[in-house]
């Protein structure tokens, strides 16, 4: 034999039942799944706070003397930067203002040359320009 709370038990099970067929079921909807529980935790860093986090596990003076090193090596390039610069335009100006007159006077003498060559040429023949002195003489031609 059932007993009372074993007959109410079931009365009520099946009531359950009955109600859960005539009203429809949602689909449940499952969360993704999250593969690191921590990182929702902590908002995100980019990387110039990551680094300056860092920072706070070198000592003191090792921070200081990176920083200083840092700035002087900065410094130092700016300045052999503008050296570099100062000194090629006083080399290349001083170049031009040196060695122009003196490229400008040897195409001038090699102009004076080509125009001589050519008055040769034009007086005594095509040959006379290229041997630079008097023609050959003109052999005689024998007759038999």
Known sequence: ?????????NDLNTEKESQDDTVEKEPVKKQPAIENGDEDDEPDES?????????EMFPEPLRNFTYNSMVNTKL???????VSRS???????????????????????????????QQKQMLLGPNSAISGGVPPPIMPVQQR
């Open 87 to 117: 000194a090629a335009w006083i080399i290349f100006s001083s170049s031009i203002i040196l060695f122009a007159p003196v490229i400008f006077e040897v195409e001038r003498a090699n102009m004076e040359e080509a125009q001589r060559n």
């Open 47 to 55: 990387l110039s706070e990551r680094l300056w986090g860092l920072t």
């Open 76 to 82: 130092g390039l700016c300045k052999a930067y503008s």
């Open 1 to 9: 034999m059932e007993s009372p709370e074993a007959s109410q038990s």
